[in-house]
């Protein structure tokens, strides 16, 4: 959050302090899908992808939010809390510009599916590429 007198913030409820968000790696396998199914079996968390970047976000207040929507942390604030501009931000952008965002198990089955069909293609072109390459039996 930005200073008290940051027209920006004054405006804004907090969007920033209202969740934690982290990397994690790209989903390769159908496992990797099933724990990103069990992340959205939970209340309050979404995954999303940005910018080709896999991410989980829980959706928590920051214990710091005082009630009117001011860090009472604020000359103190985390790092990661200070690098943060307002200008540059969920406020002023009106959201994150997600490629593709899970809030639900049956959003990552669907993308699963896609994801599988689509691989299933890639192995079959990739074979018949091979069989293509391979020398002919000798007669
Ligand atoms: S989301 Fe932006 S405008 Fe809102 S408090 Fe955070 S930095 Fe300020
Ligand atoms: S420490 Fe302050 S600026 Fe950082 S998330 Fe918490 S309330 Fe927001």
């Known amino acids: 959050m930005e200073p008290v007198g940051s027209n920006l913030c004054e405006h804004c409820t907090a969007v920033c302090c209202h969740y934690v968000a982290l990397p994690i790696d790209?989903?390769?396998?159908?496992?990797?899908?099933?724990?990103?199914?069990?992340?959205?079996?939970?209340?309050n968390i979404t995954v999303f992808v940005e910018d080709g970047d896999w991410y989980i976000q829980f959706a928590t207040r920051c214990r710091s939010l005082e009630a009117d929507n001011r860090c009472s942390l604020y000359k103190t604030?985390?790092?990661?809390?200070?690098?943060?501009?307002?200008?540059?931000c969920d406020y002023e952008d009106g959201g994150h510009d997600y490629e593709h965002l899970f809030t639900r198990p049956e959003h990552i089955e669907a993308y699963t599916e896609k994801w599988q069909k689509e691989r299933r293609a890639r192995r079959q072109r990739s074979k018949k590429r091979t069989a293509r390459r391979a020398p002919a039996p000798a007669s």
């Open 77 to 88: 604030r985390p790092h990661i809390c200070r690098e943060y501009k307002a200008g540059d």
């Open 26 to 43: 790209h989903p390769d396998t159908p496992r990797d899908f099933e724990d990103i199914r069990w992340y959205l079996m939970h209340e």
